[in-house]
């Protein structure tokens, strides 16, 4: 039943999502939109190296997209650009392959394993991993982009 994945503590994270708004100079933007549910996340963020250090998010999302979303932006920052790959990956097959949940900082993500018997509601859940990992691809590409040549003059 639906109340499996609406539960209180989904309902909870959902209601209290830090790292809302919108970072002044992010070094990449991503979105991620699913299209069966409207629901869209907007992540910004900023690294050093391949470590987060800074991160908001804009979530119009429904319950288990703000859930998910508020798990990640408890986490993130500190995270390594391998390390979140990785939980995406990992979250995408608890959600479809019936893979185990994450552990350690990530294991609230374990509230959402419910949601994989709800095929329709798989995308909600995974916008913010797929914003975050493109995100950290866009950075990695800018760093080992050739710089610009100097303006001749």
């Known amino acids: 039943m639906l109340n499996d ?4 503590r989904i309902i909870e994270l959902a209601g209290n999502i830090p790292r809302l708004g919108r970072l002044p100079a992010p070094g990449a933007s991503a979105s991620a939109h ?3 549910c409207g629901s869209t996340v907007k992540v910004d963020l900023t690294m050093d190296g391949p470590v987060v250090t800074d991160f908001a998010h804009d979530v ?5 997209g703000q859930a998910s979303s508020s798990i990640m932006a408890a ?3 500190g995270s390594t650009a391998d390390e979140l790959r ?3 990956e990992t ?5 479809k392959e019936n893979g185990q949940p994450p552990q350690g900082k990530w ?3 374990a509230l959402l394993e419910p949601v994989r018997d709800y095929k329709a509601r ?3 859940t995974m916008l913010t991993f797929d914003a975050v990992v493109d995100a950290i691809g866009q950075i990695e590409a800018k760093a080992k982009a050739p710089a610009p040549a100097p303006a001749q003059g």
């Open 91 to 95: 979250v995408r097959k608890m959600l």
């Open 75 to 77: 986490h993130v920052v």
């Open 34 to 36: 699913s299209k069966l």
């Open 107 to 109: 294991a609230d993500i």
């Open 122 to 124: 798989h995308a909600s």
């Open 60 to 64: 119009k999302a429904c319950a288990l």
């Open 86 to 88: 990785e939980l995406r």
């Open 5 to 8: 994945i609406y539960n209180k």
